[in-house]
């Protein structure tokens, strides 16, 4: 059973024809989102307001999806310059308390989408029992 979230309370209209996550069962995919805002557009600010955004956006293709932060079991998070590792990994701990933490990838990207300075992608599981 697949359902694919194309939009939802909280969610920008994306300019890029995408799904904001897929639902496969219990898991839910959650495309690499940016610090966009509401209307579309990007929103070009400092690591961690585009980093706070895009966790907002994350979060909120979460919920649309029926998924919850406590869900979540791995995130990726690409930025443009690894010297803002500390203020990613600041948000990341403000997020995910350290005894709930998933697996994590960072890395540094040549280009994101719009100029970004980072991308959050993951994916969450409910647990059936």
Known sequence: MKRYIQKGDGLPNWPNPI???VVVNNMCFVSGQLAIDSD???VDGSIE???KLAFTNFFSAL???GFEKEDVVFIDIAFDDLKDQSEI???YMDYFP???RPARTIYQAEALPFGGKVKITGTAVKDLN
Request: net charge neutral; proline share 0%; glycine share 12%.
């Open 98 to 100: 350290e005894n709930r």
């Open 49 to 51: 307001e585009e980093g």
């Open 89 to 91: 990994d600041r948000l």
């Open 63 to 65: 919920k649309a999806a």
């Open 19 to 21: 799904s904001h996550a």
């Open 40 to 42: 579309g557009r990007y």
